[in-house]
Each structure stands twice: as C-alpha cells, then as structure tokens.
C-alpha cells in the first residue's frame, strides 16, 4: 500500500430507472440554454435519442444542436467537425450519448469549444488544461470503458498513424447519466466485452503500483458487481436492475483506475488494439489471467484476494490460502469459456483472427513504450511481453 496517495473524483453521478428524466433540471442549474448531443449513428439506429428528446421537449426545454457522426475509432477530424457545428449553433454544453468513442470525443470537443482554435493536439498528453471546460454531461449506452468518470481522453491523430492521450481533471465530466434504458439494445457479445473492459479496470486498479484504499472500495464493489450480475444480463436482456449493476460497475472501476491507473494488461491492449484493430475490451479479455500470471511472483496476495470479490465468500472459504491465487486466475479463465459459449468472446489471439505471429514483435515494441506499464506490479521486457503473447496465443 502506498503510504501517500491522492483520490480524486468531482463527477456527480445520476443513476437509476429514471435518470434520464433529471437532465434537463440539473442542466438548468448550471444555466445551460444550448446543449448540444454528440453522439454515433449505432445510437441513432437504435432509437436511443428518442427518450432524451421526449424529455427536453416535456421540460421546454431545446437540444439545439446534434453531431452524430462520430466514429468507432474517433479522430482529430471528427473533432473538428463537432467542434464546428456547436460553434455555428453557438451551444453553451455538450451531452455525450454513447460509447467510449463518443464520449472522448465529447470530451475532445470540449477542449475546443472551451480553449478555442483548431489545434487539439498543443493539449495532447497530461495536466495541459488550466481552467474549467464547459458544461458536459455523460449519458453511456455501453457498460465498460468508465469514461463518463476518468480525466482521460483517446483520440487517433489519421496523420501521425497514432492514437493520442489527453488527460487533466478538467476533462472529468459534471455528471454521469447512468440509466438501464440506454443500455437495454447493447448486443449480448458487446455487453460481454465492454463488461470484460471493466472488470480490468477494476482488476488492474486494485492489484496496480497505484492502488488505494479508497480506490481499493470501488475497484471491489465493480468486480463484485459484474460477475454477479454480467451472465445473468446475457440470459435476460431487459432485465433493468441487472443492467443497472453493469453500469454502476462499469463507472465504480472507471473512477479506481483513474485514481490508481492500470498495467500490462492495457499495455498490451492498447498495442494489440492499434495494430490488429480491434475493440478494447477483446483485447483487456485475451490478456487478463495471462498478465495476473505474470504477476504472481511480486503481487500473489493481492491475486489471492481477488478471489473473494470474483467467486464470493464461500468459494474463497473453502480454497485453500495458498491456493487461491491460482483460484482466481482459474476463475477468470472460467467466465471467459463462458463468455464464449454464449457471445463467442475470443479468448484466445488465434480465436479473433486477426492477429498473425508475424505481428508480435510489432506489438511488443508499442507496449514496451505504453504509459500503463509502468503501474504494472512486476516489471517486464521485450522478451516477457512475448511469452505472454505466446500464451494468448
């Protein structure tokens, strides 16, 4: 435990069956006239939107402008144009109504619109803003990425062929909106993975360099939260109290590792994700029992307690101390055969098909140089990266 640590979290959060229904109110507090909605064409094909403006308009209240073309894997241009149209409607807040691309892009325009120019990336990398954003409210249609709570924003700059970090406290949204509606048309193998992303958050939040007490008491509460309710949710869709424990979980672990950070797991995420393009919470499911493996050696209490949070008090009872570490490590790969009897989740580099052995080397030099690794418990070289990419294999 780190004998100095500081928590950090001023995001008020919304939550329950009718959320939804509090916006227009809690926007009129903060004297917001023009609310803009960046969102994607996913929520718009769902008919996500349609509560929102139902709502508005039953408060007279204008949603004056709406982006919604905000892609998978959003970018600087993205940005621009979003910025753009909220500066020709002259909007005074944003909504973000979507997944973790929408809302790093809400939180990328927000830069914009508040510091004013073009140029994102002068604001690229940590503590570059100085005062406060304007007016942004999180409302997630997704259950993983933790976004609507963490300071942290991802954007691919098409010119440099990278994806670019911003992180400031001054990105930290005023609210998060978590109400089960939103996430009730989430495809099951969707809500898997985006629940696999948050359980290593939370994971990695609390066996992390960075951990906390208090992020310690989040980090537990969201692992306690997705593997009692995440099957359950893939069996019953509609179910909205299961949905709302996915999405409390998803921001419990989004507020711990924002306090604690993460590992090797993102390190090694982030790489496989830019290089075989693929979603963010396939690759946190490929690499978590590999990683927590790795780590044994310099962390094995800390596993062990995992147990207790993943598989309950009486499996971790009845499991020997010294065997429980292995126990947990068992228990994940468990729900991940689960997982992929009922949504196919990859489990393994092969199953996604497309990864190659030719990539490896490629992706272990862009981990190596990942700003997570250095959260990680147990250093690691070139040469460790790889024969965890050979387990996962």
Known sequence: ???????????????????????????????????????????????LLQPIES????????????????????????????????????????LAVGGGSVIDTAKAVNILVSEGGNDLLQYAGAHHLKRPLKPLFVIPTTSGTGSEATMVAVISDHKSKTKVAFASQHLLPNAAVLDPRMTFTLPTNITAMTAM??????????TGLGANPISDAYATAAMQKITQNLLAVLESPLDAQKRLEIAQASTMAGIAFSNSMVGLVHSLGHALGAIAKLPHGIC???????????????NRNKVAELLL???GPEIYALTPPEQRAEKTIRTILDLRDQLFELTHLPRTLRE????????????????????SIIYNPKEANRQDLKNILEKAW
């Not at 996604?352 to 700003?371: K, Y």
């Open 1 to 47: 435990m780190n004998a100095y640590y500081e928590f950090f979290c001023p995001v008020k959060i919304i939550a329950g069956h009718a959320a939804l229904e509090n916006i227009p109110f809690e926007l009129n507090i903060l004297g917001v006239k023009r609310p803009m909605i960046i969102t994607d064409q996913g929520v718009r094909h769902n008919k």
């Open 55 to 94: 709502i508005f308009s039953a408060a007279n209240t204008d949603i004056t402008a709406i982006f919604d073309h905000v892609p998978p894997d959003s970018s600087v241009e993205t940005v621009k144009q979003a910025a753009q149209l909220y500066r020709n409607n002259e909007c005074d807040a944003i």
């Open 197 to 206: 992303d948050a359980l290593t958050h939370a994971i990695e939040a609390y």
């Open 284 to 298: 946190m499911n490929l690499f978590l029992p590999y990683v927590l493996e790795y780590n044994l050696s310099v």
């Open 309 to 311: 949070h993943i598989a």
């Open 352 to 371: 996604t098909r497309q990864v190659s052995l030719s990539q490896f080397d490629e992706i272990v030099e862009t981990a190596i140089n990942d700003g």
